[in-house]
């Protein structure tokens, strides 16, 4: 199971930490992501990072103001927004695979919202 | 970056057939899966590798690859199959995870 949390509203500029707890599996076995999803929109990949660090990658357009880490003994990853802006509204999922296999659990997600 | 092209809608009747395509380059040779999304729900996965139906997901479910084109098929849609269905990649050289822009089942 992956339990975010950490979304709510904030004002364009500021920055939010969000957090992705995994539970019931060997956290240190998977790979975790973050997707997210404007509303209304499609699904878009954000990063992914390895319990051990080896596997860091993050999409080119948030670079620079999004990073990604975790606390293996809290079994948590997560997502350091800075510098916020209007189309960072989202709900942010995270999810887990291994290797090129599909992304097989998701959370429910947390809901972004930057406003103006 | 890759890019992964759905049509943004699709409408079958019950009963009757649903193909959704995702168009890549050279996508024939990729590992594609299949999302199926409910509105309010999270993604669930109802094909992996292009063709292999998870545990849990209808027969009715089925994939295929051509060189440019991955397709999830739906036979005998019924109207719990209406949903948001997205096709996904991942760019090995980029340690990288495409999604395509998701096509909108509609049954009829």
């Known amino acids: 199971q992956l339990v975010e949390s950490g979304g709510g509203v904030v004002q364009a500029g500021r920055s939010l930490r969000l957090s992705c707890t995994a539970s019931?599996?060997?956290?240190?076995?998977?790979?975790l992501h973050w997707v997210r999803q404007a509303p209304g929109k499609g699904l878009e990949w954000l990063a992914l990072?390895?319990?051990?660090?080896?596997?860091?990658s993050l999409r080119d357009s948030v670079i620079g103001r999004f990073t990604v880490s975790t606390d293996n003994f809290r079994k948590t990853l997560f997502l350091q927004m800075n510098n916020l802006q209007v189309e960072d509204t989202a709900l942010y999922y995270c999810?887990?695979?291994?290797?090129?296999?599909?992304?097989?659990?998701w959370g429910q997600g947390t809901l972004v919202t930057v406003s103006s | 970056s890759y890019v992964l092209t759905q049509p943004p809608s699709v409408s079958v009747a019950p009963g009757e057939t649903a193909i959704l395509t995702c168009g890549g380059d050279?996508?024939?040779?990729?590992?594609v899966h299949w999302y199926q999304q409910q509105p309010g729900q999270a993604p669930i996965v109802v094909m992996s590798?292009?063709?292999v139906r998870p545990s849990g997901i209808p027969a009715r479910f089925s994939g295929s690859t051509s060189v440019s084109t991955a397709t999830l098929t739906i036979d005998r849609v019924e109207a719990g199959d209406e949903a948001d269905y997205y096709c996904?990649?991942?760019?090995?050289?980029?340690?990288?995870?495409?999604f395509g822009g998701g096509t909108r089942l509609t049954v009829l």
């Open positions: 990072l390895s319990s051990n660090g080896d596997r860091k």
């Open positions: 050279n996508i024939g040779s990729e590992a």
């Open positions: 019931t599996f060997t956290f240190e076995d998977y790979v």
């Open positions: 996904q990649v991942w760019d090995l050289n980029r340690d990288y995870w495409v």
């Open positions: 590798f292009n063709k």
């Open positions: 999810a887990r695979n291994r290797g090129d296999v599909s992304f097989d659990i």
